[in-house]
Structure formats: C-alpha cells, structure tokens
C-alpha cells in the first residue's frame, strides 16, 4: 500500500486527511473521521488489512483538530461539507467521480458521519459508528466548564495521560499519548475545543435513516454511560451492533484485531 499525506483548504481552511492506496485493484472505499482525542495516525493499525481487501482508505482529521488549522468551525454541517468535499477531491484526482463510500466515525466524530449521511445518501454505501458518542455532559453549558476541563486535563501532561488511559482501560505507550496530545496545545485550540464542546451538548436531528450500518461499542467505555447508549440506540437504529467486552473508548489502539475482523466482514458482505 502507498500512503500520501496531504492537505485541502477551504475559504482559507487547511483540513488535514492522508489517503492510503492499496496494492491490488480498488474494489471499495471507506473514510475514516478522527474524533478530537484523536488523528489520522491512530488508524494505522487497520490499514493492511483495509489495504488487503482493495479498499481506498482516506483518512480525516476531523476540521480544526489534529494536523489542521485550529480555526475550522465546528458547526456539524460546515464539517460535514468539508469532509464530502475532500472525498470529492479524492475522486476527482482519481477520475472516478460519483463514487460510493463507507463512512466511518469515532466517539463525537460520528454525528458528522450522520450529517454527512443525511446530506448525500446515494453516495453513502454504509456507515459504521466506533464508540459513538452523539452529546457530551450538559454541565458543558457553562463556559466555565469547558475551560475548566481543557485547563486541567489537556493542558497537564500528568493528568492528560490519566484522562486518556482512564477512558481507554488500558495503558498506552508515550508515544500513542503524545500523539493524541500534542494538536490539542497547539496555539488557537483553547477557542476550537471550547467551540467543540459547545456544539455537541445536544445530539444530531438526522438519524441513520435506511443506510446499511454497523456500531462498534466498547464494553468498559466510560464514556457510553445509559443516556448515550440510548441516544446512539434512537438514532442509528437497527444497527448491526457488536460489543467488544474488554475495549474502553480507544478500540482502534487496544482491540486492533478484533475492529480488523468485523471490517473485513462488514466490507466483505457489503462490497458483494
């Protein structure tokens, strides 16, 4: 496989993705969204078998985290454009316009796979939630809160490695850390995480509606407490769910053989 790093700028925007060529002929394509915590790097395990199975692989950060410019809005449907707009590019480059493609999300990345579901289904084979978090705790109202929280957990290194292996359930090598870290203190990202946390209070209107989907929920993930269970239950429907027992909220890190097995499944039986 082949990987290219590259970048897209929109009304002055840089939104940072890598696409990742496979070998063989290209049978299908799948986009994979970064949550905040989280890059395009944090993928990586997955790729050969993505890359095995002949699927183009692009990977987005979502807009204004990772390697991208801090100043993305963070409406869900600026990003959802965005997205569809790197997609179209990947297409174009390509000369196969008018794809179709599997989308798939991370944590609160997942409302804008539903976004960009809702705005342009006949492009959508199938959409695949990985610890879908659809609202974060109401207390983020207040102003305070959010400052609060980015001052204390991912302005201090001690204590960010504490939040991230707590929602992961297991430890996780510095490197892995420093990775998830390191975009969040870049200057400009105190107002896009405020921002962040603000617009996703609530959860999406749209739901999955009548799309082919698959969720992937962590069994120790803190973070999938009643009331997000239950959101991501009423709006993706009937979803082909499965859980995996161990996994926190970082399976793509610590259950990277198990994620490999059910995409290859899933892609095998949709891409027939």
């Not at 983020?140 to 929280?149: G, K, L, S």
């Not at 957990?153 to 992961?168: H, M, S, T, V």
Request: net charge neutral.
């Amino acid at each position: 496989m082949t990987e290219e790093s590259l970048y897209l700028s929109f009304s002055g925007i840089r939104v940072h993705f890598r696409v990742v060529r496979p070998d063989v002929p290209i049978r299908s394509r799948i986009m994979l969204l970064a949550s905040p915590m989280i890059c395009a790097f944090h993928w990586r395990k997955l790729l050969p078998e993505l890359s095995g199975l002949g699927c183009l692989a692009v990977l987005v950060d979502l807009p204004g985290f990772g390697h991208g410019d801090p100043s993305a809005p963070q409406d869900a449907d600026v990003r959802a454009n965005l997205i569809w707009g790197i997609l179209d590019e990947v297409d174009r480059s390509m000369e196969t316009p008018l794809s179709l493609w599997h989308l798939a999300g991370h944590g609160t990345a997942c409302a804008t796979v539903l976004h960009m579901g809702a705005l342009y289904p006949d492009s959508v084979k199938s959409q695949i939630h990985l610890s879908p978090l659809f609202s974060v705790d109401k207390s983020f109202r207040r102003p305070e809160a959010r400052e609060r929280f980015y001052a204390e957990n991912i302005l201090r290194p001690g204590d960010f490695r504490r939040l991230i292996e707590g929602w992961a359930g297991f430890p996780l090598d510095d490197y892995i850390i420093d990775r998830m870290r390191a975009p969040l203190t870049r200057q400009g990202m105190r107002r896009t995480f405020d921002q962040m946390l603000r617009c996703a209070i609530n959860p999406p209107r749209e739901s999955v509606g009548f799309c082919p989907t698959m969720t992937l929920l962590g069994g120790r993930d803190p973070l999938l407490d009643d009331v997000r269970l239950n959101q991501a239950k009423n709006l993706l429907g009937d979803s082909e769910t499965h859980r995996l027992a161990s996994a926190g909220h970082f399976p793509m890190e610590t259950h990277s053989k198990a994620l490999r097995d059910y995409l290859r499944g899933w892609l095998r039986y949709n891409d027939r």
